[in-house]
């Protein structure tokens, strides 16, 4: 039996269609748009995505379920799942559930049935806005409640996804090479793959609480520190950014995502919320020192002022649909970031390349 179920836009538009995955509840976040043709797994458990109601704008979704090896963390992460239809027979060999079942399953709502590319028009001429997905209420008390809610941007969803208490990530069976390097990754939203690729290199990765100091990571003897990424505002992660500053000058740093905005804050610089983010993969970027050009896979709201970075920092990376930051290099310290995510690619190892940058950083700090 069908069950209705509306998107509710704070301008007070509404979306009509049918409840999918959990069907008991309601969701309330920032609505945004994915231009991504694959990879729904991989999006709804990105913990960049807290807080948020994501909204693919490819037309089918679940058409191969959901299997047990593409999490990107431990549970679904997004407030709801907005589609224009999901797949009931999805076909492939690593099936474990339907995407149906694995929303159900987390207590995760959808609606599907609905002009999912006429509500990505929507939120690029106006902007990304809270929303609801109402399955229990009717539009306008759902309405009437999302106004009574803080917005997106006034919550610290990285104390939310964070792990608290520190681990160390398995080495894959296989990886019979003696370790290099130690490298730590402080916990603002990690993705597992950006583990899975350093422990690849030769690294033991150990991950940290997004609260923990300067001076409890240096006490682990670190070779390097990865800044992850993340959802929320950098403005209000003053903590990871002193602990950045703490670390700056003491060893090689990388920054992916949320973690390149914290260390623009960390050198003065100020951030800003785009209109409608990046969020996909075919994002097209250009390294400053190569002038190459790489599709890249993003996932941010917020972007770093250029303007406002100091003399010793510089741009390395610049985004060719609207020029806002997608790198940072420190002009003599071993400090890297970039804005994209290099574990994510549009092709399989598409932007790998920057964890071996950042390990010859580390290489060379050894010396």
Same mark, same amino acid.
Request: negative net charge.
């Given at each position: *039996?069908?069950?209705?179920?509306?998107?509710?836009?704070?301008?007070?538009?509404?979306?009509? !269609?049918?409840?999918?995955?959990? $069907?008991?509840?309601?969701?309330?976040?920032?609505?945004?748009?994915?231009?991504?043709?694959?990879?729904?797994?991989? *999006?709804?458990?990105?913990?960049?995505?807290?807080?948020?109601?994501?909204?693919?704008?490819?037309?089918?979704?679940?058409? @191969?379920?959901?299997?047990?090896?593409?999490?990107?963390?431990?549970?679904?992460?997004?407030?709801?799942?907005?589609?224009?239809?999901? =797949?009931?027979?999805?076909?492939?060999? !690593?099936?474990?559930?339907?995407?149906?079942?694995?929303?159900?399953?987390?207590?995760?709502?959808?609606?599907?049935?609905?002009?999912?590319?006429?509500?990505?028009?929507?939120?690029?001429?106006?902007?990304?806005?809270?929303?609801?997905?109402?399955?229990?209420?009717?539009?306008?008390?759902?309405?009437?409640?999302?106004?009574?809610?803080?917005?997106?941007?006034?919550?610290?969803?990285?104390? &939310?996804?964070?792990?608290?208490?520190?681990?160390?990530?398995?080495?894959?069976?296989?990886?019979?090479?003696?370790?290099?390097?130690?490298? %730590?990754?402080?916990?603002?939203?990690? &993705?597992?793959?950006?583990?899975?690729?350093? $422990?690849?290199?030769? =690294?033991?990765?150990? $991950?940290?609480?997004? *609260?923990?100091?300067?001076?409890?990571?240096?006490?682990?003897?670190?070779?390097?520190?990865?800044?992850?990424? !993340?959802?929320?505002?950098?403005?209000?992660?003053?903590?990871?950014?002193?602990?950045?500053?703490?670390?700056?000058?003491?060893?090689?740093? %990388?920054?992916? =995502?949320?973690?390149?905005?914290?260390?623009?804050?960390?050198?003065?610089?100020?951030? @800003?919320?785009?209109?409608?983010?990046?969020?996909?993969?075919?994002?097209?970027?250009?390294?400053?020192?190569?002038?190459?050009?790489?599709?890249?896979?993003?996932?941010?709201?917020?972007?770093?002022?250029?303007?406002?970075?100091?003399?010793?920092?510089?741009?390395?990376?610049?985004?060719?649909?609207?020029?806002?930051?997608?790198?940072?290099?420190?002009?003599?310290?071993?400090?890297?970031?970039?804005?994209?995510?290099?574990?994510?690619?549009?092709?399989?190892?598409?932007?790998?390349?920057?964890?071996?940058?950042?390990?010859?950083?580390?290489?060379?700090?050894?010396?």
């Amino acid at each position: *039996m069908t069950k209705k179920a509306y998107l509710v836009l704070e301008d007070g538009s509404v979306f009509e !269609g049918i409840a999918f995955g959990w $069907t008991e509840g309601d969701a309330f976040g920032e609505v945004v748009f994915n231009t991504s043709m694959t990879g729904y797994q991989e *999006m709804l458990t990105d913990p960049s995505y807290a807080g948020q109601i994501l909204v693919p704008t490819y037309p089918l979704q679940g058409n @191969y379920g959901v299997n047990a090896e593409d999490f990107e963390s431990k549970r679904i992460q997004v407030a709801g799942f907005v589609v224009r239809e999901h =797949c009931l027979q999805p076909s492939h060999e !690593g099936i474990t559930m339907t995407l149906d079942e694995f929303l159900a399953s987390q207590e995760v709502p959808g609606v599907s049935g609905l002009d999912t590319r006429a509500i990505t028009r929507r939120l690029r001429s106006r902007g990304v806005m809270m929303g609801a997905i109402a399955v229990g209420l009717a539009p306008e008390e759902a309405l009437a409640r999302l106004r009574d809610m803080p917005g997106y941007g006034d919550v610290d969803y990285v104390r &939310k996804v964070s792990t608290d208490k520190v681990y160390t990530w398995p080495r894959q069976a296989g990886l019979d090479a003696p370790l290099k390097h130690r490298i %730590l990754v402080s916990d603002y939203g990690v &993705k597992y793959n950006i583990m899975r690729l350093l $422990t690849r290199r030769g =690294c033991e990765v150990m $991950t940290f609480p997004a *609260m923990a100091t300067a001076g409890e990571l240096l006490r682990h003897r670190p070779d390097g520190v990865v800044l992850s990424p !993340g959802p929320g505002d950098p403005e209000l992660l003053d903590y990871a950014v002193e602990t950045a500053r703490g670390l700056t000058g003491k060893l090689p740093i %990388l920054g992916i =995502c949320l973690g390149n905005q914290v260390l623009g804050r960390a050198f003065g610089a100020k951030t @800003y919320k785009l209109k409608f983010g990046h969020r996909g993969g075919n994002h097209p970027v250009k390294d400053m020192r190569s002038g190459l050009v790489h599709i890249t896979a993003q996932n941010h709201g917020y972007a770093v002022d250029p303007d406002s970075l100091p003399s010793e920092v510089e741009v390395s990376h610049v985004n060719l649909n609207d020029t806002t930051v997608e790198g940072l290099r420190h002009r003599s310290l071993p400090i890297m970031s970039i804005q994209y995510h290099s574990e994510a690619s549009p092709g399989p190892r598409d932007n790998e390349y920057i964890f071996d940058e950042f390990l010859k950083l580390v290489h060379d700090a050894d010396k």
